[in-house]
């Protein structure tokens, strides 16, 4: 009789677990039912209600000096390269949004616009962390291909919406497209300084999709550049143990980071007009081995699968190999590369830890700042932009 | 039975509840820690780091924990049902027979 209680109570307690299982498993059977989003709506012809919110946050920033000031010196303090993605990443977007909806064309336009005026103001150095100051850089003169191939990307991609005979910025496109072909055409390995020798993957893709964007505007051929680049980065910048292209390599191509998240999926965005075929590969390994799932949730990872890095600024802190700035950047490419299962796992995901909360129409996500917002919108909205690239590069070659 | 489901209901619904109240009162802000790559000592504080936990916690409970514990007390809100549509009364401890 005095055991009865006891009994009674661990049945109970057996019975409450068992049901927290059974819970759990059909939650986990359940869960793409449950949580993963509709991703049919960012391929469709209207703006899906998120990406309006997000332009709307972003519109909201933008349109007061006083606050858009703000915005950039608080990113500027926590890290001065945030400050330069976040503003160019954004055009990107914007020119994304403009060629999708002619409604949104004129707006978009009009911010892309004070965005290259705003960046261009800053001195290039500007945009660096402070180790670029320790050493000098090895090609003179010197120069930063973060700074000139994410800037001159930005400014080609607002000629790309519209491209006026008097555009003010015309002049200075040409000048850093320059600038960037050079520094990668000066480099044993074709891949250029972004910062006192180290040449990231992020950057040279992005300057390379910059010269590509370039070339359909201007008429111009770069396309042996293109080549010999993808030729040298097959044969000697490639990861063995993964297949994976460096994170980072020295002027005269020696390794200095392996595979990362936060490189990869840039890399595989900027090569995706400018060396298309090495994209596709570079897609397959990435997916493979540098996204995790659970249940239905899907997250990019800072190191492939069975290796491991130091955590350091654009890696952010990985718990159980999640990589944020590799979740956010894997959006983009998966998003380029049409891969609405993988899309649609990350943006689940998204929706989990990113914590997004709308206020007076106006979304933005809470464990985030100004540069993962305009990463988040730039993989909802990237897809256009590409697309019109090649298409008039079709029209160019067909017409030769 | 009756008081297995309520109490699983409570602590499923609660905490999920808490990420509005935690919002109500700013401490949400300090979600923004999370992308902040440069942690020093005293920055962010530790109320911050409670309020990022807690922020954190009860969004997750919100989007995710809150159904798992619906879900879990189902069953027991079932068998509490069908007991009282059997009996005409609700369950209540009664004398031993």
Redesign the interface.
């Given at each position: 009789m005095t055991n009865r209680p006891r009994l009674s109570f661990l049945r109970r307690a057996l019975l409450v677990a068992l049901s927290l299982a059974g819970s759990c498993a059909a939650l986990w059977v359940l869960s793409p039912h449950l949580f993963l989003p509709d991703v049919d709506v960012y391929f469709a012809a209207d703006m899906p209600p998120d990406v309006r919110a997000q332009l709307d946050h972003f519109y909201h920033v933008w349109d007061d000096p006083a606050r858009r000031d703000a915005a950039l010196e608080a990113m500027q303090k926590l890290n001065p390269e945030w400050e330069l993605i976040g503003s160019t990443f954004l055009g990107y977007s914007l020119a994304n949004v403009a060629l999708k909806y002619p409604s949104e064309r004129e707006r978009a336009l009009r911010h892309m616009d004070v965005i290259i005026e705003q960046t261009l103001k800053k001195p290039w150095r500007e945009y660096l962390l402070a180790y670029s100051r320790e050493r000098p850089f090895v090609r003179r003169p010197e120069g930063s291909l973060m700074v000139d191939g994410e800037v001159s990307l930005l400014i080609g991609l607002r000629r790309l919406v519209r491209d006026e005979p008097d555009y003010r910025y015309r002049g200075e496109h040409r000048r850093l497209v320059a600038r960037c072909v050079d520094a990668m055409e000066a480099g044993p390995a074709l891949w250029a300084e972004s910062y006192p020798d180290e040449c990231w993957l992020f950057c040279n893709a992005l300057a390379l999709a910059s010269v590509k964007v370039f070339d359909v505007l201007e008429g111009a051929d770069h396309s042996d550049l293109f080549r010999r680049w993808e030729e040298r980065a097959r044969k000697h910048l490639v990861h063995p143990g993964t297949g994976i292209l460096h994170s980072a390599v020295t002027l005269q191509g020696k390794p200095v980071q392996p595979p990362e998240g936060s490189s990869i999926w840039v890399g595989i965005y900027g090569l995706s007009i400018a060396a298309p075929e090495l994209a596709r590969e570079q897609y397959e390994r990435a997916t493979e081995l540098m996204t995790g799932r659970i249940a239905c949730f899907r997250y990019g990872r800072e190191w492939p699968v069975g290796m491991r890095g130091q955590w350091d600024i654009d890696s952010g802190l990985t718990p159980a190999g999640m990589g944020p700035a590799s979740t956010g950047f894997a959006l983009i490419a998966s998003k380029e590369r049409s891969d609405r299962e993988l899309v649609a796992g990350l943006l689940a995901m998204l929706d989990l830890v990113g914590v997004p909360r709308e206020h007076d129409g106006r979304l933005r996500y809470q464990s985030s700042n100004l540069v993962g917002d305009a990463v988040f919108l730039l993989g909802k909205t990237t897809g256009p932009a590409w697309t019109e690239v090649r298409r008039r590069d079709t029209l160019r070659s067909t017409s030769r | 039975m009756r008081k297995?489901w309520i109490v699983?209901a409570v602590v499923g619904v609660v905490p999920a509840l808490g990420f509005y109240v935690l919002?109500w009162t700013g401490a949400?802000?300090a979600?923004?820690y999370?992308?902040?790559?440069?942690w020093r000592p005293g920055s962010p504080s530790l109320w911050d780091l409670a309020c990022l936990a807690a922020?954190?916690v009860t969004?997750?409970w919100l989007?995710?924990l809150v159904?798992?514990?619906l879900?879990?007390?189902c069953?027991?809100a079932v068998a509490d049902l069908s007991t009282v549509l059997k009996r005409g009364r609700t369950t209540r401890k009664g004398p031993c027979r």
């Open positions: - | 297995t699983l919002e949400t802000e979600l923004r999370v992308s902040t790559t440069t922020g954190l969004w997750v989007k995710l159904f798992v514990f879900l879990a007390a069953p027991f």
